[in-house]
């Protein structure tokens, strides 16, 4: 009876710290973006302004700040480290140990912010996940009484977070329970955990308690962050005609994102272990980028509004171009130093590259970007089913047969030959 009641004391207590690991997980995301988001409008709205306002060009603003922020990057890499570590390698961490070590929250924080704050084509997803991970551990390394249950608090704070961060409740389950979130780096991915009916039970809570928090604190503050949603597709004739040229188009821009990978770690090799050099390096070519194609900087959650806003002011050349140099200056910077994530930059791409579809076609511009952007991350992530998990972050539910061909498509796509493992 004591034994049983103990039990149970146990289990509601960790549902209990599973719901509140849940909320903070959203929390902080949402804090995170919103953060952010204050900090490019001040360094990449009201700085150039002003300057410009006192006579220097702006239009040499995203050159000469991108170089500072390499210089800052660089630098913060050489004293703390190489953070935050890739998401993949935490998801493996947290699989194979259940555990994150917390000692470097700090720094994967700071890593994380400083590329998004000085225009870095990344995403957030690393930087947050490890955060997270490593608080998950810190709390069971304090609740030890509880037994092994408590070794589950790590996978569900990563569960917790990133369905927070891509608002993506599926995706989310998923990818702690396959131990990557894609194949992008030659992850093997063979070995799925099922879970049994009371943990996908605690995993849903927690999933819950992120995305609460993210609604509730975007419904009193605004929106932290985020890719906007599409709620709409027509699909006749006319699209079912130019399906294989959009999802083509999207392959190969994902086969350019791994060829143009290998060359940045060429190139990353050759320079050896020169932080602050190949970071500088990278902001100079993002810069340079951003000045020809100003929505290749940044992530790509708010640029995905504007671009939704102005595209058919574009031409169908200007939309390939930002698509296409999405890709390579996303590499660049990853390959280089800047350290992030790939998904959100790269989901930009394949709703560039729709958009050019749908301008040189006529078809339905949410079917071009489902099968655009479905086959470009296909490519890069190998995983058909978790790439349209993740894509109904952006397209409708009723997009699943568009998104899960055309994703399975692009996982066919023959890549450029290895050289040798990145470093990440």
């Not at 060429?266 to 390096?281: F, Y």
């Not at 930002?322 to 790939?342: D, E, M, S």
Request: glycine content about 14%.
């Amino acid at each position: 009876m004591g034994n049983g009641t103990t039990r149970l004391g146990h289990g509601a207590l960790f549902a209990v710290l599973t719901v509140a690991l849940g909320a903070f997980a959203g929390a902080f995301a949402w804090a995170f973006f919103f953060l952010m988001n204050l900090g490019i409008d001040l360094l990449w709205v009201k700085a150039p302004a002003a300057l410009e306002a006192w006579g220097l060009p702006a239009v040499a603003y995203p050159l000469a700040f991108c170089v500072l922020g390499g210089l800052v990057i660089g630098a913060f890499q050489k004293r703390c480290g190489p953070y935050p570590q890739d998401m993949n390698a935490v998801m493996a961490s947290v699989k194979a140990t259940g555990r994150y070590e917390y000692r470097h929250m700090g720094a994967s924080f700071v890593g994380a912010l400083l590329p998004l704050l000085f225009g870095g084509s990344v995403g957030p997803e690393a930087g947050l996940t490890g955060v997270i991970a490593g608080l998950a551990t810190w709390v069971g390394d304090k609740m030890r009484f509880m037994g092994g249950q408590i070794r589950e608090l790590s996978q569900v704070g990563v569960a917790a977070v990133v369905s927070a961060i891509f608002s993506a409740p599926l995706f989310g389950l998923a990818a702690p329970l396959v131990g990557y979130a894609d194949e992008s780096q030659g992850q093997s991915t063979t070995t799925v955990e099922v879970p049994k009916a009371a943990k996908l039970v605690v995993y849903l809570l927690a999933v819950a308690g992120a995305l609460g928090a993210m609604l509730l604190l975007g419904s009193l503050f605004g929106r932290g962050g985020g890719l906007p949603h599409f709620s709409d597709i027509a699909l006749g004739a006319a699209e079912l005609a130019w399906a294989l040229p959009c999802i083509a188009l999207g392959a190969a821009a994902g086969w350019l994102f791994h060829g143009s990978g290998r060359a940045v770690q060429a190139m990353a090799r050759r320079l050896g272990d020169r932080p602050v050099t190949k970071a500088v390096l990278a902001g100079a070519l993002l810069g340079g980028m951003g000045i020809a194609l100003p929505f290749a900087l940044f992530a790509g959650e708010a640029q995905t509004e504007q671009l939704a806003a102005t595209w058919t002011t574009l031409g169908a050349g200007a939309l390939i171009a930002t698509g296409l140099g999405k890709v390579v200056v996303t590499q660049a910077c990853l390959g280089l130093g800047w350290r992030g994530g790939h998904f959100f930059p790269i989901i930009f791409a394949g709703i560039a590259l729709g958009y050019a579809m749908a301008a040189l076609t006529g078809i339905d511009p949410v079917f071009a970007l489902c099968a655009t952007t479905a086959a470009l991350l296909g490519t890069v992530m190998r995983q058909p089913v978790m790439t349209a998990l993740l894509l109904f972050l952006v397209f409708p539910v009723k997009a699943v047969f568009v998104l899960l061909i055309a994703a399975a498509l692009g996982s066919l796509v023959p890549l450029p030959k290895r050289q040798s493992q990145p470093e990440r």
